[in-house]
């Protein structure tokens, strides 16, 4: 049995917006820009982007 930290998990816009506090919009602009990684192609008609790197994107930032 795999631990759950090996297990790499894709999330839609959506839930990525929502992980970070933004819109749909401004995740889309971070990940043109390169601030944010860039989605990768799941399926012919769906992307997501890996949780991994999300949650290093966040590590990443600043604390206000």
Do not use: Y
């Not at 992980?19 to 749909?24: A, H, N, T, Y």
């Not at 991994?52 to 604390?63: G, K, L, M, N, T």
Request: glycine share 4%; hydrophobic share 40%.
């Amino acid at each position: 049995m795999q631990d759950d930290q090996d297990v790499v998990r894709f999330w839609p816009l959506r839930a990525v917006a929502q992980r970070l506090s933004l819109s749909p919009r401004s995740v889309q602009r971070l990940a043109e820009t390169g601030e944010l990684p860039k989605p990768r192609r799941i399926s012919a008609n769906r992307i997501g982007w890996r949780s991994d790197e999300i949650d290093q994107f966040i590590q990443s930032r600043e604390v206000a």
